[in-house]
């Protein structure tokens, strides 16, 4: 079961992307009961917590990205989106979108974002 990311590109520090992220329908029938989070991953480093939006509401963010980053859901739409603003080149990896209740956990297949100088 793969959810499915997307919205990754190149932009320039300073600039913004959303990304966003869709549960496949016919397995995340109760998408509510879900925490969903975003982490990403650079090459030789562990994949690492951007941000994360239980399935109360509640968010929480590395302290990185605080104040920069907005992660949002859509219960109706099963879709999970993160507003990426004042990006900078330590931003460079590669993003993956992460649905979690108890000892469950799906992944997205990973989306990439550059962020230029």
């Known amino acids: 079961v793969q959810l499915q990311a997307s919205g990754g590109g190149l932009v320039q520090a300073g600039g913004s992307l959303r990304l966003s992220c869709a549960a496949p329908r016919a397995i995340f029938s109760v998408f509510s009961i879900y925490d969903m989070g975003w982490y990403r991953q650079t090459p030789g480093n562990e994949r690492e917590l951007v941000a994360v939006v239980t399935s109360s509401g509640n968010t929480n963010y590395a302290d990185y990205v605080k104040g920069r980053f907005t992660i949002s859901r859509n219960n109706s739409r099963k879709t999970v989106s993160l507003q990426m603003n004042s990006l900078r080149p330590a931003d460079t990896a590669v993003y993956y979108c992460?649905?979690?209740?108890?000892?469950?956990?799906?992944w997205g297949q990973g989306t990439e974002v550059t962020v230029s100088s």
């Open positions: 992460q649905a979690k209740r108890g000892l469950e956990a799906y």
